[in-house]
């Protein structure tokens, strides 16, 4: 099939390449521009514009998809459909318009529940148990159009957002292949999305990652894995040149009482609200990531110290 594809990010690099290894005509790749990136502020491209370099697939890095010259240049591949993964930009009704079989989304939620930009996140910071991918057929509304194919899974308790992105990354290329497939040859049969559990998972905000001890530990070991790795849930300690950020990327609920945010033990295991929830893996600021004891050998961090 003759196709255009649309994304961005890691997450829709294995899609890209599972088009790819099928055997379809992708005539061109739409991803983000290059974003000024480290130390020196170089301008990277995209985990999905360099894949399709490899590939020697043609690039566009439109800002907008709502111009007439956008469109026409669009229409001008005469693409069957387009397949879109996280790819950052609004497809307006006439951008949809222009594929006759229509354009396809991978979203990484069990749709209605969490439609919108950090479905990952949300699902794991609300402790969900279950979640899943869905190949949808796209519409000018908000992740609402109906679903094409879904693959279920279920979250291990300590599972981050970060394992949960790799493992559904790998999922979605498999449904999206088999989706695009059906899509060829007619069957694929789309539902509609039902009306109830509809849910939003809005953009994560930076001023929403500091840890809250007074919530109960379920809540905040949900907090923490949810935001592993990025941007990280943190907390502050007195350290000797004054307080110090800490982030904590992986956790696991403890055993213990205390007032929240205290130290319980020479383990890192801290009281909550209701509860308390030990610290596996952190990261000092500048410093790679490590396990509770090496930390505690930097930071010496014992029983009684208050957590902010």
Sequence with gaps: MRLIFMGTPDFAVPTLSELVGQGHDVAAVYTRAPQPAGRGMELRKSPVHALAEG?????????SLK???ALAELAAFEAEAAVVVAYGLILPQAAL???PLGALNLH???LPR???AAPLQRTVMAGDAETGVMAMRMEAGLDTGPVGMAERVTLGPDETAGELHDRLSRLGADLMGRAVAAL???GLAFRPQGEEGVTYAAKIDKAEARIDWSRPARQVHDHIRGLSPFPGAWFEFEGPRGPERVKVLRSTLGEGRGAPGEALDDRLTVACGDGAVRLVTLQRAGKGATDAAAFLNGARLGPGTRLG
């Design 184 to 186: 060829g040859r007619g």
């Design 67 to 69: 111009t007439a010259d």
């Design 97 to 99: 318009d222009l594929f």
């Design 108 to 110: 990484p939620s069990l």
């Design 114 to 116: 969490w439609r919108g």
């Design 55 to 63: 590939f020697g697939l043609p690039v566009r890095t439109p800002a």
